[in-house]
């Protein structure tokens, strides 16, 4: 596509319910990447794919929080048992290669908040 | 992240004012990156600063990394409501991935 696309643009869900958000990312980049902005934060690092790579996951806040990304292209962030912490925008970004280059193209996010 | 400080946090001015927002990180910098976000949408990708000394401009809005590849500036000549947003800087410690700044709100008044 144009540009990194998320969905749901929003989404309101019950403490305790499990909540999957995707990210699809420019057709050929390598490098995913997901964000989370919390009201008034900047944004805090999550998890980075790379290729085929062991993804980076060392910016999960905790087990309830996982990412896949299936055959190299879109990516599922998904997390259980929702606290009220959790609300945030999620924010997913994709670049060319490995490596920063220009940076990256960011997609618009998903609104979560968490009832 | 307290590896990368963003100031102000906010900042008010008139229409036509210059402006500066600052980035300083702990550690050397290989690249930093600036964004502007409005409200619901994601990041606009500004200028990516990567020699020590660079400096670079876009229309009215011009760019800067030290010598010592530690610090950025960022500088807004004659303001204009477009400007509005919120400015993040973005920084390349050769981990792979960017660690932002907790941004600055930018508020430009007629």
């Known amino acids: 596509g144009a540009g990194v696309s998320q969905s749901p643009s929003n989404k309101v869900t019950e403490k305790g319910k499990d909540v999957e958000l995707r990210c699809d990312p420019i057709?050929?980049?390598?490098?995913l990447y997901w964000y989370r902005q919390s009201l008034g934060q900047g944004l805090e690092f999550l998890i980075y794919?790379?290729?085929?790579?062991?993804?980076?996951k060392s910016g999960l806040p905790s087990d309830r929080f996982s990412a896949e990304r299936t055959g190299g292209s879109v990516s599922t962030l998904t997390i259980q048992r929702t606290q009220q912490e959790d609300s945030a925008v999620y924010l997913c970004?994709?670049?060319?290669?490995?490596?920063?280059?220009?940076?990256?193209?960011f997609g618009s996010g998903t609104r979560l908040t968490v009832v | 992240s307290q590896e990368l400080e963003q100031s102000p946090q906010s900042l008010i001015v008139q229409e036509g004012k210059n402006l500066t927002i600052n980035c300083t990180s702990s550690?050397?910098?290989?690249?930093l990156y600036w964004y502007k976000q409005k409200y619901g949408e994601g990041l606009i990708f500004l200028m990516m600063?990567?020699?020590?000394?660079e400096e670079k401009s876009h229309e009215k809005i011009t760019a800067k990394l030290d010598e010592k590849k530690q610090q950025s500036s960022l500088h807004i000549t004659a303001s204009q409501p477009s400007h509005a947003g919120i400015y993040l800087c973005?920084?390349?410690?050769?981990?792979?991935?960017?660690?932002f700044g907790t941004g600055t709100r930018l508020q430009v008044f007629p």
């Open positions: 057709s050929g980049h390598t490098a």
């Open positions: 600063l990567q020699k020590g000394g």
């Open positions: 550690k050397t910098l290989y690249g």
């Open positions: 794919f790379q290729g085929n790579s062991a993804p980076d």
């Open positions: 973005g920084a390349d410690l050769n981990t792979d991935k960017l660690i």
């Open positions: 970004a994709s670049s060319p290669r490995a490596g920063l280059g220009r940076g990256y193209t």
